[in-house]
Nanobody
Framework: QVKLEESGGDSVQAGGSLKLSCTASQNFFSYNGMGWYRQAPGKERELIASILSTGFTYYSPPGKGRFTISRGDVENSIYLQMNDLKPEDTGVYYC??????????????WGQGTQVTVSL
């Protein structure tokens, strides 16, 4: 099973920025697309952004315009640059594989996630 580790979450003021980091098991990105998911308080877990092995990127409405997903220079790492953060961005962010570029069925195994809290 893939090992996933997320970091970079913090408590910030509205309008601030954060950069989340994710590392996965060796060679995982050679076979799978990866994405960032968010679980907001009281809401379902949803895909925010994804990146495929081809470099193609996708953003769901909550992530479009203010967030940027990228692959790191280090093997099996991805990042999520988050700008102009808003209170509704608050939640636990997870990285994981995607069944398709727009998400598809949710994976069964997850890492610890990283908490993002945006205050007014």
């Amino acid at each position: 099973q893939v090992k996933l580790e997320e970091s970079g979450g913090d408590s910030v003021q509205a309008g601030g920025s954060l950069k989340l980091s994710c590392t996965a098991s060796q060679n995982f990105f050679s076979y799978n697309g990866m994405g960032w998911y968010r679980q907001a308080p009281g809401k379902e877990r949803e895909l925010i952004a994804s990146i495929l092995s081809t470099g193609f990127t996708y953003y769901s409405p909550p992530g479009k315009g203010r967030f940027t997903i990228s692959r790191g220079d280090v093997e099996n790492s991805i990042y999520l640059q988050m700008n102009d953060l808003k209170p509704e961005d608050t939640g636990v962010y997870y990285c994981n594989k995607v069944a398709s570029y727009f998400g598809g069925p949710l994976p069964h195994v997850w890492g610890q996630g990283t908490q993002v809290t945006v205050s007014l």
